[in-house]
């Protein structure tokens, strides 16, 4: 029996379903969980469960200590554990992506780096350290300017600005997400770029044999223009002309063999303009939330089952059908607490809905992003053409009422972990 050491972040969304994936197939887990290992005892769990995986290098000896048995792989579901990961492969011999090649595209400030050295549409950008003094900064920029945190996902911390004032508020927001969310705030600083106009585009993939192998091109339909970049609507197979796709795919594999990315699933986002294909990141992983599960049918078998099937060397099917599918995370309107969600019934009753998943819990704290990093839930749709498949999750969602109660300060406290 194969065996596989699974990361998994403590509550993340795919978590049930890699372990599904690995029950069909046959396939042992041992899965290890980003909570603090020196708290592991008290709540009960064994070392091995309970790996810091934002530090990689503690974390790598940890779990060499107390792995004890033959693994055939690592996988992390997501981009927490994906450094730790690409460490613990290096060291137990097995085939993945390297270290180096996880940080190039991990860190914004390495990938942003690497695109402009090697001849990538690149926008203009540096870096703000922690002891940047923002004001004297703001009066020399020319705006728009996105401010980024370093090595943060889902559009979190990250914030438009359009003019001094604005940009002095950004840096101080996100400097704010940054030192809550990652424990090396102080020495990473911020990046800040110039704002890529035009239509935004994702990429899902696999390396195969030294090359890339695209299992899907997603339209965004609703404009990311900011202050804030939250994600809605994914919607393939993309309405963009053929060769454009080819060029997007070209330009993802490009960088993901200057990287080093040689292997395992790939997650790009771009952005198409009149100046051509602008990269805005590309992720050694495999798309977050519960998106995968819009490639169910077009796949023929979950997403984390050909994950799985990829990182064990086990054979492949071809694509099984080439239906329209979209997915809508579904956003929320404002900080608060979830209360629960009013409609269900109306909106799984529309045409070409497939499904709905609330996974936001009665009493959570939830936030829109540049804050949060979550949503409510997800709406599946599948049509005949990619505009059915995006006007059934419209209509969905348009049937659903939620009730977010705004939040207390002693929650707000609860939520930054300082309690």
């Known amino acids: 029996m194969a065996r596989v050491l699974l990361l998994l972040p403590a509550a993340g969304y795919r978590n049930e379903d890699f372990l599904s994936a690995a029950q069909k197939l046959n396939v042992e887990v041992i899965a290890a969980a980003d909570y603090c290992w020196r708290l592991a005892p008290l709540m009960g769990m064994s070392p091995i469960l309970s790996l810091p995986f934002d530090r990689p290098a503690i974390a790598l000896e940890q779990a060499l200590d107390s792995l004890g048995r033959r693994v055939d792989a690592v996988l992390a579901v997501d981009d927490h ?4 990961a690409a460490l613990l492969r290096e060291k137990l011999g097995l085939p993945g992506n390297s270290p180096q090649a996880v940080r190039s595209t991990r860190d914004k400030l390495a990938f942003r780096q690497l695109l402009e050295s090697n001849g990538f549409n690149c ?20 705006y728009p300017v996105v401010v980024k945190a370093r090595r943060l996902s889902a559009s979190r911390g990250v914030v438009r600005a359009d003019d001094a004032a604005s940009f ?26 110039d704002f ?18 695209v299992l899907a091109l997603f339209d965004k339909p ?12 994914y919607v393939t197979p993309s309405r963009l002309p053929v060769q454009i796709q080819k060029a997007i795919a070209g330009e993802v594999g ?9 292997s395992g699933p790939v997650h790009a986002e771009v952005r198409v303009n009149d100046q051509g294909i602008w990269l805005l990141e590309v992720a050694a992983r495999s798309i977050g939330g519960l998106c995968g599960r819009v490639l169910n049918h077009r796949l ?9 099937r990829d990182a064990l060397g086990m054979p492949i099917p071809p694509p099984a059908n080439d239906d329209a599918a979209g997915v809508m995370m579904i956003p929320v309107p404002g ?10 019934e109306a909106a799984r009753a529309i045409p070409g809905v497939d499904d709905i998943r609330i996974t936001a819990q009665t009493g959570q704290l939830v936030a829109p992003p540049p804050e949060g990093s979550g949503y409510l839930g997800f709406i599946f749709s599948r049509a005949g053409a990619s505009q059915s498949a995006e006007a059934a999750l419209r209509a969905a969602h348009a049937a659903l009422e939620f009730e977010i109660q705004a939040d207390r300060p002693l929650a707000r406290v609860c939520a930054q972990g300082r309690v």
């Open 81 to 84: 554990g994906l450094e730790l």
């Open 123 to 142: 926008p203009q950008f540096q870096v703000a350290a922690s002891d940047t003094d923002v004001r004297a900064l703001a009066s020399s920029l020319q």
């Open 168 to 193: 002095v508020r950004a840096v101080a927001q996100v400097r704010r997400i940054q030192a809550l969310a990652d424990r090396d705030a102080a020495q990473l600083g911020l990046i800040l770029e």
């Open 196 to 213: 890529i106009p035009g239509a935004e585009y994702a990429l899902e993939g696999l390396q195969e044999d030294g090359g890339l192998r």
């Open 222 to 233: 609703d404009p990311l223009d900011g202050p804030y970049f939250e994600e809605t609507l």
């Open 254 to 262: 490009r960088a993901c063999a200057l990287a080093g990315l040689a």
């Open 300 to 308: 023929g078998m979950p997403l984390e089952e050909l994950v799985l």
């Open 335 to 344: 900080r608060g607490i979830f209360r629960g969600a009013r409609g269900l």
